[in-house]
Every structure is written in C-alpha cells, then in structure tokens.
C-alpha cells in the first residue's frame, strides 16, 4: 500500500515501510528554517536543532504522530516525554535571547515545533509558540517579516515552494538541503541540517509479507511477483 512514511497507522498496524533504493521519492526529510538573523545572533540555536534532528529516525517521527493522533496525548507531553529518552545536554547558552518558534496547520508541525521549543527552552531560550498558523503561503511570510524565526520543514517540498517549481529537488538529502539554502539565502533565510525522518510517500507491506518473502526494500517486491 501507499502510504506517508510518517503516518502513525504504519505504528498502529505494525506495517513494514519498504526502503526506497529506487530512488522514486524526492528528498522530503525535515530540516529547520530559520531567519539567517537568528543564527547569526545566536549560533547555538544551529548546534541545538541539529543535534535534535539528528535524533529524529523515521520511526520516531512516526510514534510521535501515533501518540497525539491515535492515543490523543498532548503534543507537548508526548515532545517532552520523548525528549527525555534522549539525554540531550541542557545549559544557559540561549539565557537572555528570545525565539518564536512557528508551524503550518497539522498536527504533525505541532509537534515538530514542541520538540524545537522544549530544546531551546532547556538550553535558557525564551520561547513563544506560534502553532498552527497556515499553510505556506502564511509561514514563509512571516518568517521573513520576523514573525516567527524558525519552523520545521521538508526539504523537497519546501525548496520547490521557494523556487517556484522549478524541479531542483531530488532524492539525495544533503544535495537538496544544500539547494534549499542556497534559496533561502536572498530571503534572509538558511536552513540547517536534514533530519532522517521524513513524510513523503512510502511504500509498506504487511508485517506478515515482509516476514514471508523477506521484504525490506522496494526492489525487494520483484522477487515474490508472479
């Protein structure tokens, strides 16, 4: 079945996501936007959400979203309790600096921007939450206008929003990331490290099927077909 790869009923129904090495998908992993005045004020916002993102494994991401969507916790709840489990180191870098952190409208972005908030505020960031403000077309205005300073995105989706379409995505990560930047930049944005979560769609078997013909990958799926 198709399905996005970090939709909480691939938890629910212990589906397998197959590993795309077909190269279909483009490069929707998420990766922090911020205003490029942000990180030049205050740098360790950078090794802060990079270091979270790097934490960020699909089946993570996944879990978050089963938990506020199918077992109704709170985003917040569920981003600190997670949190937690990783043992990020805590201080007083961010003491006497403020941060907006913002989203678009779907639970997923809630929170993704929990978990930047909580870090920051455990590194000694006064944070505002701005959740669930709208869709592109609302967030990337008010990143430029300074409204809000940073907010989780997707590297494919978000670099074919800022270029207009102009197909420079691909399905390498980094490459994409890079390009995304190198966007941003005349907006007075950057974006930092992709995470290797993403939510893009996905390809998922049963876990009964993978088990039975030994499925992991996309390229998996010819040795079974008739």
């Given at each position: 079945?198709?399905?996005f790869t970090?939709?909480?009923a691939?938890?629910?129904n212990?589906?397998v996501?197959?590993?795309?090495?077909?190269?279909?998908q483009l490069?929707?992993?998420?990766?922090?936007?911020?205003?490029?005045?942000?990180?030049?004020?205050?740098?360790?916002?950078?090794?802060?959400l990079?270091?979270?993102s790097?934490?960020?494994?699909?089946?993570?991401?996944?879990?978050?979203?089963?938990?506020?969507?199918?077992?109704?916790s709170?985003?917040?709840?569920?981003a600190r309790?997670w949190?937690?489990t990783?043992g990020?180191?805590t201080?007083?870098?961010?003491?006497g600096?403020?941060?907006?952190?913002?989203?678009?409208?779907?639970?997923?972005q809630e929170?993704?921007?929990e978990?930047?908030?909580?870090?920051l505020e455990?590194?000694?960031?006064?944070?505002?939450?701005?959740?669930q403000?709208?869709n592109?077309?609302i967030?990337?205005?008010a990143l430029e206008?300074?409204?809000?300073?940073?907010?989780?995105?997707y590297?494919a989706?978000?670099?074919?929003?800022?270029?207009?379409?102009?197909g420079?995505?691909?399905?390498d990560a980094?490459?994409?990331?890079?390009?995304?930047?190198e966007?941003?930049?005349?907006?007075?944005?950057?974006?930092?490290?992709?995470?290797?979560a993403t939510?893009?769609n996905?390809?998922?078997?049963?876990?009964?099927?993978?088990d039975?013909y030994g499925?992991?990958?996309?390229?998996?799926l010819?040795?079974?077909?008739p």
């Amino acid at each position: 079945g198709l399905l996005f790869t970090s939709d909480p009923a691939i938890a629910v129904n212990d589906f397998v996501l197959l590993e795309d090495d077909k190269g279909l998908q483009l490069a929707d992993n998420l990766v922090p936007v911020l205003r490029q005045e942000v990180l030049d004020a205050t740098p360790e916002v950078a090794k802060l959400l990079d270091e979270l993102s790097a934490k960020l494994t699909q089946e993570a991401l996944t879990d978050l979203n089963k938990q506020v969507t199918v077992d109704q916790s709170d985003p917040a709840d569920v981003a600190r309790a997670w949190l937690a489990t990783l043992g990020l180191a805590t201080g007083s870098a961010g003491s006497g600096k403020e941060v907006t952190v913002g989203s678009t409208n779907f639970y997923e972005q809630e929170i993704l921007g929990e978990l930047y908030a909580q870090v920051l505020e455990a590194n000694g960031f006064t944070v505002e939450r701005k959740f669930q403000l709208g869709n592109r077309e609302i967030v990337f205005p008010a990143l430029e206008s300074g409204e809000i300073d940073v907010l989780a995105e997707y590297a494919a989706t978000a670099l074919e929003f800022v270029n207009g379409g102009a197909g420079e995505a691909t399905t390498d990560a980094a490459a994409t990331t890079a390009k995304l930047r190198e966007r941003l930049q005349p907006k007075g944005l950057t974006a930092l490290e992709p995470a290797p979560a993403t939510d893009q769609n996905g390809f998922v078997v049963t876990r009964a099927t993978a088990d039975e013909y030994g499925i992991s990958k996309l390229s998996d799926l010819a040795a079974p077909a008739p």
